[in-house]
């Protein structure tokens, strides 16, 4: 099956700084990329759904200026989370829509798990 | 609006036993439905998914049904291995929207 990978895997970072989190389709190009966000031992939430070349939609209750998404390139995505809080800190899985060939199935990132101090 | 539910865990398991995560949906429409699975620092990996109602979902062994009537799509397995250990998640899927219950842990123990 297709490839998506995350970079980085783990970061840890100070209260008050921005961090961002790349999100690769490898061998496909995905017109539509989607970030959720995992709390322990709960379900994925999706946050928002990310089009190449135009502005994401963030679901209810996301804040689009503390969660940056940009998604410049078929097969590249990213998400910015901005002056991060330890609220903020959360395992981030994104996904990507495969085109063409592989159907409109979806396949997840190894996911990015996220520390603020 | 669309959900998912599925069974509480952890679920502790000798190796060979058999297996059943129970999953039931809410939906407004006739969604597809998938398992995945993640392994310990993982992300997730598709396991098996189904369409439409009566379709089965089979793969390494594992099975889930469609079944309309129950809005039910419980996983099953004959006869579990210590690799099996991760946990699972239960999902529809309606237009892009994907809905994820909240995961059931198993451990398989040899």
């Known amino acids: 099956g297709a490839v998506v990978s995350q970079h980085p895997s783990r970061v840890i970072c100070k209260s008050g700084t921005s961090v961002k989190i790349e999100c690769r389709s490898l061998?496909?190009?995905?017109?539509?990329m989607f970030w959720y966000r995992q709390f322990p031992k709960q379900s994925l939430m999706l946050m928002a759904t990310?089009?190449?070349?135009?502005?994401?939609?963030?679901e209810q209750g996301v804040e689009k200026d503390k969660f940056l998404i940009n998604h410049a390139s078929l097969t590249l995505s990213t998400l910015t989370v901005t002056s991060a809080h330890p609220e903020d800190s959360s395992f981030y899985i994104c996904?990507?829509?495969?085109?063409?060939?592989?159907?409109?199935?979806?396949?997840f990132g190894p996911g990015t798990r996220l520390t603020v101090l | 609006g669309d959900s998912v539910t599925q069974m509480e865990g952890p679920v502790t398991l000798s190796e060979e036993a058999f297996l059943t995560i129970n999953c039931t949906y809410t939906?407004?429409?006739?969604?597809?439905l998938f398992w995945y699975v993640q392994y310990p620092g993982e992300g997730l990996q598709l396991l098996l998914k189904?369409?439409?109602?009566?379709d089965k979902g089979s793969n390494k062994g594992f099975e889930a049904t469609y079944r309309k009537e129950t809005t039910s799509f419980h996983l099953e397995k004959g006869s579990v291995q210590v690799s099996d250990s991760a946990v699972y998640f239960c999902?529809?899927?309606?237009?892009?929207?994907?809905?994820f219950g909240t995961g059931t842990s198993l451990t398989v123990i040899p």
């Open positions: 939906a407004t429409g006739y969604p597809s």
């Open positions: 990310s089009n190449e070349g135009s502005k994401a939609t963030y």
């Open positions: 061998d496909f190009q995905a017109t539509t």
């Open positions: 189904a369409t439409k109602a009566d």
């Open positions: 996904s990507a829509r495969g085109d063409g060939s592989y159907g409109n199935e979806q396949f």
């Open positions: 999902a529809l899927r309606w237009g892009n929207q994907f809905y």
